[in-house]
């Protein structure tokens, strides 16, 4: 047997023993039990988040679905200052699946949530007809407790806040669509996914009064996440097209596929917005983490509104929206 | 606009507009965040639990996936005996599916959690291209606290403790099964979903130290849950056919369907096992409940070993074992 039946997902004897096989040995599952007990250790107040992972392809240059679907749960946590401690895993495989390609994932969920410090404590698994779905989707969910004292919210941008971003942009959102197109680059692009707990947790360790609010540029790019911020906050942002750190090989391959690298989906960076005076230090705290060796103040809060405006290379300004429509589906 | 379209799950415009009109409106979701944060007011232990929804159909009678959804996760955080209190939501949509259905399920989603007492406090939505899903797909995942004192696990079975069940079986399945090969059954066979946190709530706040372990029969049917049970707990356990509550029609349809009415999903039932000598007491509460009117005393452990046993209706004993392999696909 090396393909999901649909027999996989019907509560009976053959799901018992993928799960004993496959999934149990790999997550940190306590028991086969409807819902996992644990310990939170913690009365104050916890982050809870949920997201669905249904990128295609599965596996592309950096990365994979299950890879993705823990960094981008545990950054969720992150961004928003809690310290991401459990997450859930619910699997919708399709019939035919290969479990070669299922192994695969697990053993990419089970390392990046190592790397990450989380536990696995509860799973899921549904089977689909062939044709009914795409191979495998993944949702995971997560909690985090968040610490004492942080309390991030858009409310709280300030005129002449600064803007810092943790990265370059673009590099998951062009990973996924050279590998879904047959492109590749010199060098290759690779998607960003990454944990970014770690370095989040440095900065609020030490800057917390100091940190606003931060996000993680994701489906929509930077410039769907700063008009969020803007609309959330109801200021006005003015960020520099020259200093959006940006490799040369993402800024060609969007010219060549026509996209704008603002809305290019990205899975291992964050924006924060800091107070003016401590932007400097909180930037080069950022630059010592190898998770942000890139980053840069990329703007500042003008006023208020509600806009975000662009400082273009050439010396014009434009209005910066969300993402109209489409650009990149199932990107995530 | 009355079909999903791609660029509803592309994280711009499109989806900020959906989850503003369709979605934050109906759900208690505190904001657009990546995460929600809530207060939780308790330091002891908490269960976190998740469930993929892909049952097809996804209106049939008695409920539909949203319905399904909500109390499923409901159920799985009771019947640990914890408190549900908060609740994710992912959806998967399909490029072209109906707004109007999503709209349904949305206040089915909406209306069961009012009932459940839960909040909703996460949400997310993919859309996948029209062939790679399947209208709608739904992950629910949840967490409660649990109550000090509480700790149920099926180690705690010993010899003479008694089975009990809330309610007849089977009509989950059947009614899922009827819609799908377009039966109908005289009267109509209706799906039994519903939260069972408020009935194990009272029995939890009387009989805690008398409760070993409950579980709820979904995927699998009851057979498949009491094999577990006595697995996990490396005990036997008996019980009498002719003491499962299983109405006519449903038994009626499962001859037409060459399907056991023990390996039937049930979305609204769940099965304690207890102290012999207050199971007496437990039932009269349990039956004077609406939701476990139908209540009784089905069986007991009988000894180690990890068999389940089935006294037939004509005295016979037969070995009960896992669904052996897909009985019906795709019922939650």
């Known amino acids: 047997m090396d393909k999901i039946l649909l027999g996989h997902g019907s509560g009976g004897k053959l799901m018992y023993e993928l799960i004993k096989k496959y999934i149990a040995p790999i997550f940190e599952l306590p028991s086969l039990m409807d819902s996992a007990i644990v310990s939170l250790n913690h009365s104050g107040k916890i982050a809870i988040t949920t997201d669905s992972y249904t990128v295609s392809p599965i596996f592309f240059p ?110 998951h959102g062009i990973a996924v669509m050279s590998e879904r197109n047959g492109f590749t680059f010199e060098p290759p692009v690779l998607s960003d996914t990454r944990a970014l707990n770690g370095l989040i947790d440095q900065i609020m360790k030490e800057f917390t009064p100091f940190v606003k609010v931060m996000r993680d540029p994701t489906r929509g790019g930077l410039a769907t996440t700063l008009k969020e911020l803007a609309l959330e906050s109801l200021k006005d942002i003015l960020i520099y097209e020259s200093a959006i750190p940006l490799h ?85």
Do not use: W
Not at 97 to 103: A, G, N, Q, R, V
Not at 119 to 147: H, R
Not at 266 to 273: L, M, Y
């Open 62 to 171: 950096g990365g994979d679905i299950g890879d993705l679907a823990i960094n981008g749960t545990v950054n969720d946590l992150a961004v928003v200052g809690a310290v991401p401690l459990y997450l859930t895993v619910g699997f919708i495989l399709e019939e035919g699946f290969p479990l070669s390609d299922f192994e695969k994932i697990l053993s990419s969920i089970s390392s990046s949530a190592k790397k990450a410090g989380v536990k696995i404590v509860a799973g899921d698994t549904k089977v689909v007809d062939k044709g009914k779905g795409d191979g495998i989707f993944i949702n995971t969910s997560g909690i985090g407790v968040i610490p004492e004292g942080v309390e991030l919210s858009p409310l709280k941008i300030e005129m002449g806040d600064k803007i810092l971003i943790s990265g370059s942009i673009g590099n």
């Open 248 to 332: 040369d090989t993402v800024k060609g391959a969007c010219e060549l596929l026509g996209l704008d690298p603002l809305y290019v989906a990205n899975e291992g960076i964050f924006v924060a917005i800091v107070k003016a005076d401590v932007a400097e230090k909180i930037l080069q705290l950022m630059k010592s983490h190898p998770f942000g060796e890139e980053s840069a103040i990329i703007g500042e809060v003008t006023g208020k509104g509600g806009k975000v405006l662009l400082k273009t290379f050439i010396g014009g300004t434009r209005i910066v929206d969300m993402l109209p429509g489409e650009q990149l589906p199932r990107i995530c």
